[in-house]
């Protein structure tokens, strides 16, 4: 242990004089006082106070310099060393692939071959193979007999041959566990010797293991890491088991995998953090460098639901590597029967196929898409997939309601005129009336069946409902004069009671600023409004450049009606990259709404999603209202027809339908967000109460329990709904993990309803199809970018030896430094006080003033 003695004040040499000085005066002051004083009192009594003056007067100066007592001493910190090793599916792949270069650096570091004597024999077969040459299997050196070359040459290629073979039979995840507990050449062991090793397996999450769980057969792992998925960044958040050592500072992660992360996070953003903490990365990559031979069905979208008769449309992503120039077919079933095939010569990237599908029936169908096995693929079972869609014989019933034919009206009406499973009414309040036909073109009064001035109300009649047969109510630019308060209170029913769904468009004239309806104000999903004009801004740029573009939030994502493509980030990009907007009703969020799509200013001006939420959704009684913050959407026709913009109305109209025809009752609304889900995946129930019925039962509570569809007598599993705190007519849940399988959604209120009848929704719940075999290629770029980031180091089986050098010993010396300060110490000023309590008593005592 070293000690030091300093004084802080000397490092600013101005306090330093100004504190000399001083002490200077009051010494000069004390010198005077003591040549006065040495007439009045003895020379004894003199010296004693002179003394006690000064001693008080250096303490002062001590304390103007601020000394501080340091000392230095060293600690041992252990730190931990997290092995985290990838059991994904796509772990599962066997690299045959592979060239024979790669499967010799790997039976090099798997000590399936290679000793002193032949390492140099080796580095040159190496060296042919990087070449593209057949190694010299024989050095003319070893034998000079023709005959004995040609048969040790050809012991050693079948030896080697015979190497490959059984390489070809290993998986990613068996080469990572002989890499690890290898008795031959043990890493593990030899990592421990170094400090605490914490064992990880990890895939869509991480959960410790031991090491006598790698020693055995991994073909067997817990359920919870969710093996359909790769989620890299969870890899990097592990901690360990939380054993003696769980307390220990974590000091490197070493990361066994083929780097495919499909988890839609950014592990390289993870890694850089852990790099600023001086963790660094070592990612050791697994999986041949070449692209793998496969055929995969990547991806499917579809609508999970759809009228019948109609004809919903299925884009399939067929992956292609490998075949490049051969012909790939593609069929799409139902049972045995085979309803289209598509051919298409492989070009080496996912090729996007469409399909019409269709069903005069309607009910659940199901459906299957395969392709055919190709000879020498690295992967068999990702060839197919499984979907269902729930055909409904119904239309979606639509009322719009404008002021004026704008744009927004004219392209709107065309989109769902045109649309076979839309039943259109239009109501447009101005529009040219020659008087020549009988009405206008289109009808120009919002009719409510209110009850006339004369007519004697009947209270015990039940009330007309105006809306009770629509499904989506749409309101453009309206002026207060022609929808009023009583308009809006029949809306609000609409809404709230019989479970409807309501657009509110913006407009530059009326909707919603010059109304005053106190109904309306509820309604509306946000408040404070304000306009944006983007107008003459960027009015020179190109068209499809103008204004504010549009990017979904993640719970856009998930929403049907916005989804234009199967792959999402093929989905955000075509958002992002639909024509802009040049005028923008900008507002605050209420409680309880949720933004779904947000604009992105031209200007790169700072991003608010919520303030700049422009698509904005909120349940309302036992049904939502959805708010556009533009006038626009018809803009989206540029250069691309009725692409997207009539597939975005289609898809929400279709949506409305489905959430008017959840299960349910006159008081509550029962769904869930996907009723066809994979094992594993997701899904959510909700409960939407009327507010009517909430107000007389506000403690309310909802149990759904959950059945096989073939045996509905026995309970799988139960669980209670969850009242949201922003919106308490919402109650949600998400449903606990279940088998494959058919299964039925009860919900059990709490209180006793009117009639007997169960309210019921259908849920499916299929075998993974995972994402995860759409690309079987490794990715060293990902891998790269997470090791340089935080500063470590990629690796592969044949440069995983280099661990031992990149972490020396995880157990190390810390230097550590505690100081005490004696200028602000408790002891300095009772000195200080004391001296002078006893300079002012001896005074005294003295007859001095």
């Not at 070009?347 to 996007?352: F, H």
Request: glycine share 6%; with cysteine.
């Amino acid at each position: 242990m070293e000690k030091h003695f300093q004084f802080n004040s000397l490092e600013w040499s101005g306090w330093t004089i100004v504190s000399v000085c001083a002490v200077l005066v009051v010494l000069v002051s004390i010198i005077l006082l003591f040549r006065y004083e040495r007439r009045l009192v003895s020379h004894g009594i003199g010296n004693a106070l002179i003394a006690l003056r000064i001693s008080a007067l250096i303490l002062i100066l001590l304390t103007f310099l601020e000394p501080v007592l340091t000392w230095s001493f060293n600690t041992e910190k252990t730190g931990r060393l997290i092995v985290a090793l990838d059991v994904s599916d796509s772990m599962n792949t066997q690299d045959r692939h592979a060239s024979k270069l790669e499967k010799l650096q790997l039976a090099r570091a798997l000590k399936m071959i290679g000793n002193d004597q032949i390492d140099a024999r080796l580095d040159r077969w190496e060296a042919a193979y990087a070449a593209g040459e057949e190694p010299a299997w024989v050095e003319e050196s070893e034998t000079a007999n023709p005959e004995k070359r040609t048969q040790l040459a050809e012991s050693r290629r079948e030896n080697l041959e015979t190497i490959f073979d059984e390489i070809d039979q290993m998986s990613r995840k068996e080469i990572a566990q002989k890499l690890l507990t290898n008795p031959a050449h043990p890493i593990l062991d030899q990592l421990k010797q170094r400090g605490d090793i914490d064992l990880v397996l990890f895939a869509g999450d991480a959960v410790p293991t031991e090491q006598t769980t790698l020693e055995n057969s991994l073909a067997e792992v817990p359920d919870q890491v969710h093996m359909e998925l790769s989620n890299l960044s969870q890899a990097l958040k592990a901690a360990g088991s939380g054993s003696e050592s769980g307390n220990s500072p974590i000091s490197g992660y070493v990361l066994l995998t083929d780097g495919r992360d499909n988890s839609q996070l950014d592990p390289v953003s993870t890694a850089e953090q852990l790099g600023q903490m001086k963790v660094p990365v070592y990612p050791v990559l697994l999986g041949s460098a070449n692209q793998p031979k496969d055929i995969s069905v990547s991806a499917l979208d579809y609508p999970q639901t759809a009228f019948k008769d109609d004809k919903p449309l299925l884009k399939a992503r067929i992956g292609t590597s490998g075949f490049e120039g051969q012909d790939v077919r593609v069929a799409l079933m139902q049972g045995d029967q085979e309803l289209a095939v598509k051919r298409f010569k492989s070009s080496g990237v996912s090729q996007l196929l469409e399909f019409e599908l269709g069903s005069d029936k309607p009910g659940r169908q199901e459906y299957r898409l395969e392709t055919d096995i190709l000879p020498g693929e690295t992967r068999e079972d990702n060839n197919e997939k499984t979907f269902a869609i729930n055909f409904v014989d119904d239309k979606s019933h639509v009322l719009l309601v404008e002021e004026t034919a704008r744009w927004e009206f004219r392209f709107l009406h065309n989109a769902l005129e045109r649309d076979k499973r839309i039943d259109l009414q239009q109501v447009l309040f101005e529009q040219p009336y020659m008087g020549l036909l009988p009405q206008p073109f289109f009808p120009n009064q919002l009719l409510i069946n209110a009850p006339q001035p004369n007519q004697v109300a009947d209270n015990n009649a039940e009330q007309p409902k105006p809306f009770a047969d629509k499904d989506l109510i749409i309101i453009g630019d309206v002026s207060p004069e022609h929808v009023q308060e009583e308009h809006w209170k029949q809306i609000q029913a609409f809404v709230g009671d019989q479970g409807g769904t309501l657009v509110l468009l913006a407009g530059k004239k009326y909707l919603p600023l010059q109304h005053r309806s106190q109904t309306l104000n509820e309604l509306l999903p946000v408040k404070d409004l304000s306009v944006v004009d983007w107008n003459q801004a960027n009015f020179k740029v190109p068209p499809n450049e103008r204004g504010m573009h549009l990017a979904l939030t993640p719970e856009g994502e998930l929403e049907p009606l916005f989804q234009f493509d199967a792959t999402p980030d093929v989905n955000r990009d075509i958002w992002k990259n639909l024509p802009g907007h040049l005028w923008f009703l900008q507002g605050t969020l209420k409680p309880g709404a949720t933004v779904l799509a947000y604009g992105l200013s031209p200007f790169n001006a700072p991003l608010n999603e919520e303030r700049d939420g422009v698509i904005v959704v909120r349940q309302y009684g036992a049904g939502q209202v959805i708010w556009i913050g533009i006038d626009s959407t018809w803009r989206w026709r540029f250069r691309m027809g009725d692409r997207y913009h009539h597939r975005f109305w289609g898809q929400l109209a279709r949506w409305a339908a489905r959430n008017k025809a959840s299960a349910g009752n006159e008081f509550v609304k029962f769904s869930l967000n996907k009723t066809d889900v994979d094992a594993g995946e997701i899904a959510t129930a909700t409960a939407r109460w009327t507010q009517v019925y909430l107000k007389e039962h506000p403690n309310i509570k909802s149990t759904v329990e959950i059945v096989r569809a073939a045996e509905p007598d026995q309970i799988v599993a139960s669980f209670e709904l969850q009242t949201q705190k922003n919106n308490p007519q919402l109650q949600e849940a998400n449903l606990p993990e279940l088998d494959p399988g058919e299964y039925e959604l009860r919900l059990k209120p709490s209180t006793q309803q009117p009639g007997d009848k169960e309210i019921v929704t259908p849920l499916f719940v299929h075998e993974v199809k995972t994402i995860e075999l759409g690309n079987l290629a490794s990715n060293p770029q990902l891998l790269t970018e997470m090791a340089e980031s935080s500063g470590g180091k990629l690796l592969t089986p044949g440069t995983i030896d280099e661990l031992l050098e990149l972490i020396p010993n995880l157990n190390q010396e810390i230097s550590n430094q505690d100081e005490v300060s004696l200028w602000d110490h408790w002891l300095i000023l009772v000195l200080i006080m004391g001296i002078l309590t006893v300079e002012w008593a001896l005074r005294k005592l003295n007859g001095l003033p």
